[in-house]
């Protein structure tokens, strides 16, 4: 018996459909990033930023050993373009303020037309200037 082949085309037409929609951008997965300040770890990844998504979301982790951890991220989140565009989280699916460890997903509203790279800034109490993480995506 024969068994169909899949045209090259077709593998990488589903490749590319697969990595668009488990948040890698042109193929490549984009990494988390980190930050460490006055006692608090922040980690921030893209999760899904593909150009058809709905909403463009971030994985987001804070530790500390020392303080209540009491930001509001949906509030104190922004996500800018290259070009300048700056806007508000959508929405935060997560751990609610307090305790020592929260986990969750930020949302926002994907930016057209897609810019070359995306900064993400979260402003957290008592800090003078917000975290910054940054992603090239093309």
Do not use: N
């Not at 929609?21 to 490549?28: T, V, W």
């Not at 104190?76 to 989280?89: H, K, R």
């Not at 995306?118 to 975290?131: F, K």
């Amino acid at each position: 018996m024969r068994r169909p082949r899949l045209s090259l085309a077709v593998v990488l037409g589903l490749a590319i459909a697969g990595a668009a929609a488990s948040g890698l951008a042109f193929g490549r997965e984009l990494a988390e990033q980190t930050s460490r300040d006055r006692g608090v770890t922040v980690r921030a990844k893209p999760v899904d930023v593909s150009p058809g998504a709905k909403a463009w979301t971030f994985e987001i982790v804070l530790e500390t050993h020392s303080a209540e951890l009491t930001d509001d991220l949906q509030r104190t989140a922004t996500l800018a373009g290259a070009g300048g565009t700056t806007q508000g989280a959508s929405a935060w699916e997560g751990d609610p303020p307090g305790g020592h460890h929260r986990k969750g997903v930020l949302r926002f509203a994907p930016i057209a037309p897609q810019p070359d790279a995306l900064v993400l800034r979260i402003q957290r109490p008592g800090e003078s200037a917000p975290r910054s993480f940054r992603w090239a995506l093309k």
